[in-house]
């Protein structure tokens, strides 16, 4: 019996969306992150038009940029997996445009490149209407996605714009709305009590240190979630 070759090869892009799916699950570990894009990478060999494919390698990329600390020597890498991440993102946005995995990643993506050529020379190439715009239409998809991930994007976003462009007021009312919806989430804390310290509301920030590191984290959901607990020690030990 002859079986189609279609679904042979739709057996075996499964077999490794799975593995892919597999070694993302195990990210803590950054070589299995690494190697999640090289099996997502094998999919889109069989089945080139695969949207799921696409997003999750752009998520990998992003995961992988988010670990590099922000400092000048990093700059060049920050930028490379930026570029890689948006590139995987764009497409999966052309292939499903009401898809907020592709608009979610390509933000996450473009903050990464942003870190890598300096915020100022992202907003100089025209970036910052770019992220409002697929930023936007994630919140709009739902702002849920991800643990609240777009509102503590949009969130963040306004936190770190240069003078004038910064909007503490909307950084923190977006953040505000992200910690409601996922108050176990960590990072979300450490964003808000960031952005309540550069608002001069440090009590409200003291109060938002203290439950980052009172939280035991859900490791499936935040798997960095030792390194914003980090971040919250620092920010008590040097503001307060």
């Known amino acids: 019996m002859l079986i189609p070759a279609s679904l042979v090869f739709s057996q075996d892009s499964s077999v490794l969306m799975r593995e892919g799916d597999s070694l993302w699950e195990e990210r803590r570990d950054v070589e299995k ?74 933000t996450l993506s473009l903050a990464q490149y942003s870190i890598g050529i300096s915020i100022i020379k992202a907003l100089a190439k025209g970036l910052g ?41 909307k950084s923190i009312s977006y ?12 990072r979300g804390r450490v964003y808000l009590a960031e952005s309540y310290l550069k608002d001069g509301k440090k009590e409200l920030a003291r109060e938002q240190i203290q439950k980052a590191l009172e939280i035991v984290p859900d490791l499936n959901h935040e798997v960095d979630a030792q390194r914003w607990k980090e971040r919250a020690k620092e920010l008590l030990k040097e503001k307060f």
């Open 175 to 186: 953040l505000e709305e992200a910690v409601t919806s996922a108050p176990n989430n960590i």
């Open 33 to 106: 992150a690494r190697a999640s894009i090289d099996s997502y990478k094998k999919v889109l060999e069989i089945d080139k038009d695969n949207y799921e494919a696409y997003w999750k390698i752009s998520r990998s990329y992003f995961y992988l940029g988010d670990l590099l600390p922000e400092i000048k020597e990093m700059r060049n890498q920050h930028k490379e997996i930026g570029i890689e991440g948006m590139r995987y993102a764009e497409r999966a946005i052309e292939l499903n445009p009401q898809g907020i995995e592709g608009h979610y990643y390509y």
């Open 129 to 169: 209407s770019k992220y409002e715009k697929h930023i936007g239409k994630a919140l709009e998809i739902n702002k849920n996605y991800d643990n609240a991930g777009p509102l503590r994007a949009i969130g963040r976003y306004w936190y770190r714009l240069p003078w004038p462009k910064r909007d503490i007021k």
